[in-house]
């Protein structure tokens, strides 16, 4: 069974950073692309980030461009997301997806609050 | 970037009824869109991909149609635990982007 579990959510003050952790199972972790996407409390769904197989593209939504970075260690099975400089509108529930968006996992959440 | 704009906000129905979601796109998106079905307090599920594209383990209920700008999501008859939120997604152009959903609830 596909399963993707996210960690490293929480409180976090403006300004402040946090790293969340996807940790993938049940397929080739390293043979597929990976996205972040994240849910403001009773909002829609937010496209955040992608990272293919290699590395190699990365791409970012606008809102998150060059304040959050995403990567990944093939060799653990895992997918980050650093995310710096943020801001109260960033808090959310984030979720990890594989490259065809099945399945997600079941999110961390990150307030952004003073 | 690509707007998708969904309609209705909300759907009232009854169980058994039949449900028909529509998104539409600010350019075209070719084929590359996807529904996704989401509940309280749960992760989103992708149900439909590639515009008509049943993903693994979805009921035949459920149905994807269009090209282009126009979509639509069709759930033949409802059921009780297909009440929820869904959301289309277009993976044609980055940054990939989602409609805004809509809420399918009893009547």
């Known amino acids: 069974e596909v399963q993707l579990v996210e960690s490293g959510g929480g409180l976090v003050q403006p300004g402040g950073s946090l790293r969340l952790s996807c940790v993938a199972s049940?397929?080739?972790?390293?043979?597929?692309?990976m996205n972040w996407v994240r849910q403001a409390p009773g909002k829609g769904l937010e496209w955040l980030s992608y990272?293919?197989?290699?590395?190699?593209?990365?791409n970012y939504a606008d809102s998150v461009k060059g304040r959050f970075t995403i990567s990944r260690d093939n060799a653990k099975n895992s997918l980050y997301l650093q995310m710096d400089s943020l801001r109260d509108d960033d808090t959310a529930m984030y979720y990890c997806?594989?490259?065809?968006?099945?399945?997600w996992g079941q999110g961390t959440l990150v307030t952004v609050s003073s | 970037e690509i707007v998708l704009t969904q309609s209705p906000a909300t759907l009232s129905l009854s169980p058994g009824e039949r449900a028909t979601l529509s998104c539409r796109a600010s350019?075209?998106?070719?084929?590359?869109l996807a529904w996704y079905q989401q509940k309280p307090g749960q992760a989103p599920r992708l149900l439909i991909y590639?515009?008509?594209n049943r993903a693994t383990g979805i009921p035949a209920r459920f149905s994807g149609s269009g090209s282009g700008t126009d979509f639509t999501l069709t759930i033949s008859s409802l059921e009780a635990e297909d009440f929820a939120v869904y959301y289309c997604?277009?993976?044609?152009?980055?940054?990939?982007?989602f409609g805004g959903g809509t809420k399918v609830e009893i009547k």
């Open positions: 590639d515009a008509s």
């Open positions: 049940g397929f080739t972790f390293g043979g597929y692309g």
């Open positions: 990272i293919d197989s290699t590395t190699t593209t990365k």
């Open positions: 350019q075209s998106v070719s084929s590359s």
């Open positions: 997604q277009q993976r044609s152009n980055w940054p990939l982007t």
């Open positions: 997806a594989t490259q065809g968006f099945d399945p």
